[in-house]
């Protein structure tokens, strides 16, 4: 047997923390690859967040899909954030957006580079991925495929396990350090092939999937971001900006401020760790949320801002609700507001 046989051949597979990248991982593994796992925190993933922080969600099982899928295949898993870097596939994706704002193909791109620069300095050999052609309809499909091997510079060092048959023959295949003929012609969006591999391996209890981990996927959460960047004139967001999207009730009765009106007693909690940043108000005659303002008000927004906030008390039938306005700069004022009926609050206040 020759050196180059003999040596163990290693490679790093991106895991989503979803059926098929566990199952590709696994697949590879199969074939004595030394296999590590590597997944990039964008500050979009959606699992464990509002989950995380809503009461009503507290019985829910809670897990991060990724290590829990480390886990069950006995890798080592490289969580690796890239929120600052990944700003620019968000604000100016070279391929644009799919149905809501998720830049799918340049994410993709920027996923299997920036694995490429990790296996370069980890002297592993090639990329895993759990794509599937034709189960996405930006991403993957059998000619974007190429683009993102070509524009990532992984070339041929980019392998999917998943649908291998259905494309051409990478290095990792031609030099015989994976065997071709174990590898899988899956296509499309039937997931019964999945299914039955994941039984085969005994793999269960794993994620399903939900239109992906992405809140730039969500219809909902798009539109609060595609408001964030109109009412501010500038494409642009922090961490902060991003993580209270998915926080609460947005509304926005007029053009220069918006409330986040926590729903329940867990985002109450998580909204007053911005008490500091933004005016804020509560009710404090009757039990009720905290409420941020964003933007600038005056006297007469405040007010409303005030009756609105009173509306979603339990004191949204009474003639008057008390509310506190906390200025982090100006100080506390009370002001005595008529909750607004429900029929005031048009659905066109809602981001």
């Known amino acids: 047997m020759t ?19 566990m199952l590709a991982a696994k697949v590879i593994m199969e074939q004595q690859i030394h296999v590590e796992g590597i997944n990039f925190y964008t500050g979009f993933c959606v699992e464990g967040h509002t989950h995380a922080i809503r009461k009503k969600d507290k019985k829910k099982n809670k897990r991060n899909n990724a290590l829990w899928v480390a886990e069950q ?16 596939v968000v ?45 996405r309809p930006m991403s993957q499909r059998k000619d974007t495929m190429p683009i993102i091997a070509r524009k990532s510079h992984a070339d041929d060092r980019l392998l999917r396990p998943l649908c291998a048959k259905n494309l051409p023959p990478t290095l ?11 590898l899988l012609d899956f296509q499309g969006r039937n997931r019964k092939p999945q299914i039955a591999l994941a039984e085969h391996f005994g793999f269960s209890e794993y994620a399903q999937p939900a ?40 509304l926005r009765p007029l053009p220069h401020f918006k409330l986040i009106v926590a729903r329940e007693e867990g985002e109450n909690h998580y909204l007053e760790g911005y008490r500091h940043q933004y005016v804020h108000l509560q009710p404090i005659s009757h039990k009720g949320p905290l409420a941020l303002l964003d933007g600038q008000a005056d006297a007469g927004d405040l007010e409303l801002a005030a009756s609105i906030v009173a509306r979603f008390s339990q004191g949204k039938r009474a003639e008057q609700v008390v509310v506190e306005v906390v200025d982090p700069r100006a100080g506390i004022t009370s002001l005595k507001v008529a909750p607004l009926a429900a029929s005031d609050i048009p659905d066109s206040w809602y981001v």
């Not at 990792?172 to 174990?182: C, K, Q, S, Y």
């Open 3 to 21: 050196q180059q046989r003999a040596q163990q051949r290693k490679a790093v597979a991106l895991i989503s923390g979803g059926l098929d990248s």
């Open 73 to 88: 295949l006995g890798i080592k898993l490289n969580i690796i954030d890239v929120i600052d870097d990944y700003k620019d």
């Open 91 to 135: 604000l100016n994706p070279t391929y644009g957006y799919g149905h809501n704002l998720n830049p799918c193909l340049d994410c993709k791109i920027f996923m299997v580079n920036h694995a490429l620069a990790w296996m370069e300095e980890h002297d592993f050999d090639f990329i895993i991925t759990g794509e599937v052609v034709g189960q």
């Open 172 to 182: 990792p295949e031609n030099e015989g350090w994976v065997n071709r003929d174990l």
């Open 211 to 250: 239109g992906g981990c992405c809140f730039l996927t969500d219809e909902s959460y798009a539109s609060k971001l595609s408001d964030l960047w109109e009412t501010r004139g500038e494409r642009s967001y922090e961490l902060d900006d991003i993580m209270l999207l998915k926080v609460g009730r947005h």
